[in-house]
Structures are given as C-alpha cells and as structure tokens.
C-alpha cells in the first residue's frame, strides 16, 4: 500500500507543486523573501475567508457553475486584501497586485474546491488553512534560495515598499542573476518537481 493517501495535501495528486496556478505563484512571488511573506499572507487570509464563506453557502451555491462562484468569493477576498494592504504599503500592492490575483486560481485547485460537495465548514477550515501554510512556505523557502542567490540580500515589507538587508557584494555574475528572473523561477521549480517526484515514487515504491 502506499505510504501517502492520495488526499495527502502535499504529496498528494492535487499538491503544490502538481497544480499549475500554483506553480505560476510560487515563480512570481519568490524573487524577493518581501513579495514571499505579503503572498504568504495573501493565501491564507483568502484561502481561509473564501473557504468559510463558501462552505456556509455551499447550499445556495449551484452546482454546474460552483467554480465560477468560488472564483468570485475568492477574488472579492483577494480584492479585499489588496485594500487592505495599500491602507499599509501602497508601493507593495503596485507590485503584488498580479501576484494576488493569482491566489483566487490556486484555490480553484486546493481539495476545498475538488471536494466542495463532501467538506463540512470545520475540515474545510482545517484544509485550507494547511494547503495555504504549505504553499506559503513553499513560496518562502525558494524566496530564500533566489533572493541570496540574486541580489546578495534579504528583504521584508515595509510601509514604503521593502526594506533590504544586503550581506554580500552586488556584483554578482550572470548565472546568480538569471535566478532572479522568471526563467530562472521556472528552472528552480523544475528541479524542485523532479526531486519532489523522485522521492514520491521512491517512498511510494518501498510502501507497496
């Protein structure tokens, strides 16, 4: 048998680094720790309103369009985060903005979405607020892989924009550069697909 259910919310099928949305969100926002923390904060604060909101209304929800719905209510807490964030730092929304606005697709993948119709409000909860933990920190750890790499420097948010901490000479050469941009994202995010495959199926193997 194998050693993860396929409900697993990080090894399993519908896991962070399977879904595209995600994947898309984890390139965008980890080229600064700054831009992690703010999308960190993002996906818990809409994963968790958005499930909420629709699992209490699952009964008026229809049906056949209950994914154009749940896009709604994300985006209307997506909105509402970003209001929220520009009354602290409107040079960060000016940056984040086509960051956050990717959120409400990535909950279209999370199993509050796949499993809508069997969820109640409490385990739905509980599962939004794991995948949106597991994400975040997914998010995070490679903006401190990139940001290093890349600028030789840490940041945080601030009011006017980030505050960084730079440690080591600018002047890097090409190759820590080019992890900074959205190529060098992607080229990241492969080799963290295939080591995260390789041990699922190694892991999956020695549990049949």
């Keep these: 048998m194998s050693k993860y259910p396929e409900a697993h919310p990080f090894w399993g099928p519908q896991g962070p680094l399977v879904s595209l949305a995600s994947g ?112 975040g920190g997914l998010i995070m750890g490679f903006a401190l892989i990139r940001e290093p790499l890349s600028y030789g420097a840490l940041s945080i948010p601030g009011s006017q924009g980030i505050i960084e901490w730079a440690f080591a000479d600018r002047e890097n050469p090409y190759f820590s550069h080019l992890i900074s941009t959205s190529a060098g994202g992607c080229i990241l995010l492969g080799y963290a697909v295939a080591l995260f495959r390789k041990i699922r199926n190694e892991t999956i193997g020695k549990g049949t």
């Design 24 to 135: 898309a969100l984890i390139i965008l926002s980890s080229s600064r720790l700054a831009f992690a923390l703010i999308a960190a904060l993002a996906l818990i604060f809409i994963y968790v309103m958005s499930a909420v909101v629709s699992l209490w209304a699952k009964k008026i929800i229809p049906r056949a369009g209950r994914y154009l719905v749940l896009i709604f209510i994300a985006s209307f807490f997506s909105g509402a985060f970003m209001l929220i964030l520009s009354l602290a730092s409107p040079l960060l929304v000016l940056e984040l903005n086509i960051i956050i606005l990717l959120v409400p697709v990535s909950f279209i993948s999370t199993s509050v979405s796949k499993n809508f119709d069997t969820l109640e409000p409490d385990d739905g909860l509980y599962e939004a607020i794991l995948e949106a933990l597991i994400l």
